[in-house]
Structure formats: C-alpha cells, structure tokens
C-alpha cells in the first residue's frame, strides 16, 4: 500500500497525479471524505440517498440524491 504525506495549504491538499490516476480521480470529480478510526478516508463520490443513506436508485434532482424508494415516498405525499 502507497503511503505519502502532503502539507495542507490553507485546508487544501493535493491528491499526486499518480493516485489520482490510479483511482479514476478525474477533474470535476466529486470526492467523499469520511471520518474513520484512523483518520479521513477520502474516495471517489458515490451517491446516496440524502434521507436514508441508500444506494439503490439515486439520482440527483436540484443538488440532492435520493434513492428510489424515498422519490416514490415524495410522490405518494402529494
Ligand atoms: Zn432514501
């Protein structure tokens, strides 16, 4: 496993050219960062449902994910 240390710039790190690569990270992409026992995980973005935390079915409508099950809640409300 790689291990590298960067030096945080006003917050900001940057991700080596060669591990963006080798994790699909391209420009624009969006990034999950988690908190874990050993520190903050960062990956690449993988939605889930706002509500529930789900990631069956999301799609993202105005900036929020939701899943299948939580869309067809909103339209049984109306
Ligand atoms: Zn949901």
Same mark, same amino acid.
């Given at each position: *496993?790689?291990? #590298?240390?960067?030096?945080?710039?006003?917050?900001?790190?940057?991700?080596?050219?060669?591990?963006?690569?080798?994790?699909? &990270? &391209?420009?624009?992409?969006?990034?999950?960062?988690?908190?874990?026992?050993?520190? /903050?995980? /960062?990956?690449?973005? *993988?939605?889930?449902?706002?509500?529930?935390?789900?990631?069956?079915?999301?799609?993202?409508?105005?900036?929020?994910?939701?899943?299948?099950?939580?869309? #067809?809640?909103? /339209?049984? &409300?109306?």
């Amino acid at each position: *496993m790689l291990k #590298k240390h960067k030096k945080l710039t006003k917050g900001r790190i940057t991700i080596p050219k060669d591990l963006r690569a080798a994790f699909g &990270l &391209l420009p624009g992409q969006a990034v999950d960062l988690e908190e874990t026992d050993r520190g /903050i995980l /960062i990956r690449k973005h *993988m939605p889930s449902c706002f509500v529930c935390g789900s990631i069956e079915r999301v799609k993202a409508f105005k900036g929020f994910e939701l899943c299948g099950e939580c869309r #067809k809640g909103l /339209i049984d &409300l109306d």
